[in-house]
Every structure is written in C-alpha cells, then in structure tokens.
C-alpha cells in the first residue's frame, strides 16, 4: 500500500502563514533533521518520493466556480493549514505508515497528516477499466527515466 504523509508546518498555519514571506527557509539543523529521517526511510525501502514545499507567499491558486478558473496569488489568510511538504511511502498498513509519521522530525505544533493512496486496485470494475490508461502511464514512466524514447 502507498500512503501519503503531508507535512503541515505550525509556521506555515493559520495567520503565520501570511507572514512568512517568499525568502523563507527552513534553519540547517531542520533541515539536516529531516534529511537523516529521509536517508532513514529511504534505505528501509519505504521511501518513494518526497519534497518540501515553497512557503504560501509564493503559492498561487487557481478556484474553479461558474465554469470559469480564477487565479489568486498567495499567501492565503484564511488558510488555516497549508502544505509544507509530503512523503510518498510504501507500508504494510495504516499502522505501519503512523509509525514513520510518528518518527518525522516535526517541530512543536506542525502536523502530519497520513492519507492512503488509492490502487487501481480499491476501485470497481468499471471505474477501473476507464482509470487504466497506458498512455499516461508509459509517459509518466518515461517522464521518471524509467525510459526515453
């Protein structure tokens, strides 16, 4: 199973949020933190991707209503919790997943959130037959490297 873990940073919340300006960056020992956790889940197997996210300042958002996009450049004040950043892991189970979110590096009042990944495989079969796409899945394949044309 694949699961999500987002990282919610208590700097990135609420009305601090809006005051983190677009120059931010986490300190080097943050920083240094979250990359010995990285190396950790990486060598387990687990790891399959992950990032840190540019603070809301730099954010931009694109809503939908009446058929018709709007774009908004952040920050956002009435966000209350925005993104920081995410892991893509590969656990056993939900339990499995919860321990390395429970092992994240976080600082006093940042959150993590663990979702699970959908798999064609959780979907009926007629919901399945029309998400299987071999196109995009070759192109996101070779978009990784895993093969160019």
Do not use: C, H
């Amino acid at each position: 199973m694949r699961f999500m873990m987002l990282m919610i940073p208590k700097v990135y919340q609420g009305a601090n949020g809006s005051k983190v300006g677009a120059g931010f960056t986490p300190s080097e020992g943050a920083v240094g933190r979250m990359m010995q956790y990285n190396e950790e889940l990486a060598r387990s197997g687990a790891l399959l991707a992950g990032e840190g996210l540019a603070p809301p300042a730099k954010a931009v958002r694109v809503s939908f209503s009446g058929g018709k996009p709007a774009v908004s450049d952040g920050p956002f004040a009435e966000a209350r919790e925005v993104l920081g950043g995410y892991w893509l892991i590969r656990a056993g189970s939900r339990e499995e997943a919860v321990a390395w979110a429970r092992r994240v590096p976080a600082e006093d009042g940042d959150l993590i959130e663990v979702r699970q990944v959908f798999e064609n495989e959780d979907f009926p079969p007629e919901v399945r037959k029309v998400a299987e796409n071999p196109v995009v899945r070759e192109q996101v394949r070779r978009n990784q490297g895993g093969g160019r044309a």
